[in-house]
């Protein structure tokens, strides 16, 4: 059984920063793309970054030089490094594994963490 426990959400002022951490098990992790979405009230999930097999990284347009996500396979664990944060990124951030090893189409992220809350104050 796959298990994701995300961690590290809270409350920042906008201009701060912060790092989620997602551990995983079940999984040979190594093989699996591990991406993070979010979601913020009444909006529907988008996806904000993931980081392939090879840990080549691919980025949300609205996200793009300021969150960075990384991955450690010998612990399970991919990061997500936001940094200059600001009110519209106010979400619940949720990590996903891929079916794939690249993760490069959204519907190959069929496993999902229970969330982590991120609010930022203006």
């Known amino acids: 059984q796959v298990q994701l426990v995300e961690s590290g959400g809270g409350l920042v002022q906008a201009g701060g920063s912060l790092r989620l951490s997602c551990v995983a098990s079940?999984?040979?992790?190594?093989?699996?793309?591990m991406g993070w979405f979010r979601q913020a009230p009444g909006k529907e999930r988008e996806f904000v970054a993931a980081v392939d097999y090879s840990d080549r990284t691919y980025y949300a347009d609205s996200v793009k030089g300021r969150f960075a996500t990384s991955r450690d396979n010998a612990k399970n664990t991919v990061t997500l490094q936001m940094n200059n944060l600001n009110p519209d990124d106010t979400a619940v951030y949720y990590c996903s594994a891929a079916v794939t090893i690249t993760g490069r189409e959204l519907r190959d992220y069929q496993t999902w963490g229970q969330g982590t809350q991120v609010t930022v104050s203006s």
């Open positions: 079940g999984l040979t992790f190594s093989r699996h793309a």
